[in-house]
């Protein structure tokens, strides 16, 4: 038996489990892969990655460095690719560098609020009654704020600074993952293999993590990637309102902000690191349209 | 649309009963919700590491003004009856005094947010022009060039900060081509004119000019509104376009549209009538929404254009630490948003007969 041939990965009567899962994991990929705006979109996620690990091959300059004396260069200057700002410091290394602050804040928001949401939706789901009446009502009254003016409303709160955008970005995004979980969990929640655990005289708590939330896991996912441009889009638009990260910090928001005082004059400064923005946001998008449609056929051609 | 009658009055007393009863949970819910908007803002206020004592009286206080100070403001009580007090003052209307202008916040907003609903109004007035027929167009030929096009344009509509997209509409329209005016609402010039001569009825420049018959004005306002209204408006159309589209694509599969195609009723008015009229409900819903969602994108919006709108106020109150008026913009802009939000729900219910199960 050769591992990992088509034949094996396709074989209608797998031996194990793991095999039947890679499977389906091999089919997922080649529908995937089909879908030709969802690679694109998997090919510019994977460049920022990659980008953002190896920063320093990437960038040419040092990005906070000051050179006053190669202030506000224009595009494809010697040396300098994609200009340089008002204080003389390469814009293509202040992208370089500044993917790693946007991924930074893209996995701490991914990696709390739908797990908040996570607890929040699966708790609500199976226990039902008030306890779901309460937190519901809570989830509804955080889905009713505009969420970049209750982020903005935290930030103020807590204070400028990328963690405290991160955390007030992840308390605005949790309650759509709380919506989506509770619904599965209340799908879940009468289904016969639950009450075999139930009987078998497991806790409410070890039913919840260990058979309910991972039921719970694939649509919580589909709803992270396609949520992934608008926190970065929160983000930046926090970093340009001066709310999130803080200078010298080549953070693309505030690259924008620090552009538009010479938007007329020097139209590169502003307009590059919204590029960034734009290419990165579209490749979370598309990646994400793409995984809905394979790991939620239902929802597929919408 | 045909409404569902019943001629027997036991379905028209049952129904008229859980009118009742859904009016009350609707105001039950109305109720609840902001009542909790008032608590998050509450405990967003007290959580502020500014001392609003110190802040008032400022540095060179005395210990004794200080401590009167804090026991005028109640900031001695434990916080439920700090909070049954400010919900008592919201509900009246006083939402504190802001630091900024030293006027009462919600006189402040009054005066700033004609401008942001101005704003919105045009920019969805744009977004449901151009969305509505494009989402059709790409439904009538899925899979077709118009169709990825719709998409294409509806993705980045998704990908790009609306902050950014001013920029560059102001960089090219503005600076390069010179076709539309700059930020603010008026050049500084008109401002001066308007001042003298416009009177301001509704605070909503276009209508306070055309009641005054200064059509000069009028269009120099037109001129500055385009360019933010259409950025706007491109998010809207984005979304409303991609919603559209879906909703066809589900009435187009319906069997009382092969009827009509059968009976030979021309295929423009299968699509733009029989079928348009049932997506009508929906549609409408997601207008509301996306006019919610205008809310938010006119913060930024806001900030780019120079525009004295409620955006531009909560951010500028922001950076001057006037807590109550970021507060009290929080407030009236999450009202209007669970106002939008109620009504969508509420139209949905009222005229999709199959909601109502």
């Known amino acids: ?302 | 649309m045909t409404s569902v009658s019943s001629s027997d009055s036991g379905g028209a007393a049952a129904r008229a009963r859980s009118g009742l009863s859904g009016f009350l949970r609707l105001v039950a819910t109305l109720a609840a919700t902001f009542l909790g908007l008032l608590a998050v803002t509450f405990i967003i206020g007290r959580i502020i590491p500014i001392d609003p004592v110190l802040s008032i009286l400022g540095e060179r206080a005395t210990e004794e003004q200080m401590a009167a100070a804090r026991e005028r403001l109640g900031l001695n009580d434990p916080l439920i009856v700090q909070f049954g007090i400010y919900v008592r003052d919201a509900l009246s209307g006083d939402f504190g005094t802001s630091l900024l202008t030293s006027r009462p916040v919600l006189e402040d907003v009054k005066r700033v947010f004609p401008a942001t609903l101005e704003l919105s109004t045009i920019a969805t007035i744009l977004g449901v022009l151009f969305g509505i027929p494009a989402g059709v167009l790409a439904a009538t030929k899925p899979g077709s060039l118009a169709d990825q096009l719709v998409r294409l344009v509806g993705l980045m509509g998704y990908s790009m900060p609306v902050f950014w997209l001013g920029l560059m509409g102001l960089l090219i329209f503005y600076g390069q081509l010179d076709w539309v005016g700059g930020p603010g609402r008026l050049d500084t010039t008109y401002e001066f004119m308007a001042e003298l001569d416009v009177p301001v009825v509704t605070g909503m420049i276009l209508i306070d000019t055309a009641l005054a018959r200064q059509w000069d004005i009028f269009g120099n306002a037109l001129s500055h509104i385009i360019l933010p209204a259409s950025v706007l408006g491109y998010y809207s159309m984005a979304y409303i376009s991609r919603m559209t589209r879906s909703f066809m694509l589900e009435q187009l599969g319906q069997e009382y549209i092969t009827t009509a195609r059968v009976k030979g009723v021309p295929e423009w008015r299968v699509v733009w009538v029989h079928a348009l009229r049932n997506i009508a409900v929906p549609l409408i819903t997601v207008i509301a929404l996306s006019y919610a969602y205008l809310l938010e994108g006119s913060v930024l919006t806001e900030t780019v254009f120079a525009w004295p709108g409620l955006g531009l106020y909560i951010t500028n109150a922001l950076f001057s630490s006037d807590i109550a008026a970021v507060m009290g913009g929080t407030i009236v802009v999450g009202t209007v948003f669970i106002l939008l939000n109620l009504f969508s729900d509420f139209l949905y219910k009222r005229f999709d007969p199959r909601a109502r199960a």
């Open chain 1, 1 to 302: 038996m050769s591992v990992l041939s088509r034949e094996w990965l396709l074989d209608p009567s797998p031996k194990s489990r793991g095999q039947a899962r890679a499977g389906q994991i091999y089919l997922g990929c080649v529908r995937l892969f089909r879908n030709r705006l969802a690679l694109t979109g998997l090919i510019v996620v994977l460049a920022l990655v990659v980008i953002a690990i190896f920063a320093p091959l990437f960038a040419t300059h040092d990005p906070v460095a000051q050179v006053l004396q190669d202030r506000l260069q224009r595009p494809l200057s010697p040396g300098h690719i994609l200009g340089t700002d008002e204080f003389g410091r390469d814009i293509w290394s202040r992208l370089v560098y500044g993917s790693r602050v946007t991924l930074y804040i893209v996995l701490l928001v991914t990696l709390t609020a739908p797990v908040i949401g996570l607890i929040i939706g699966t708790v609500s789901g199976y226990f039902g009654g008030w306890t779901d009446t309460v937190l519901m009502r809570i989830t509804d009254i955080f889905l009713a704020f505009p969420r970049l003016i209750l982020a903005l409303a935290f930030v103020a709160a807590l204070g400028p600074g990328v963690e405290n955008a991160v955390l007030a970005i992840a308390l605005t995004a949790w309650p759509p993952y709380a919506r989506v979980a509770r619904a599965e969990t209340l799908s879940i929640r009468s289904t016969d293999y639950i009450a075999a655990v139930r009987l078998q005289g497991a806790s409410s708590g070890r039913i919840l993590f260990s058979h309910v939330a991972p039921m719970c896991l694939p649509s919580v996912i589909v709803r992270v990637t396609l949520d992934m441009a608008g926190i970065i889009l929160t983000a930046a638009g926090l970093g340009f309102l001066g709310l999130g990260a803080q200078p010298p910090l080549p953070e693309w928001g505030l690259m924008i902000s620090s552009g538009r005082k010479f938007l007329f004059e020097q139209w590169w400064v502003a307009t590059m690191p919204g590029l960034a923005i734009f290419i990165v946001s579209l490749g979370f998008n598309l990646l994400g349209d793409g995984l809905r449609d394979v790991l939620d056929p239902r929802s597929s051609g919408k």
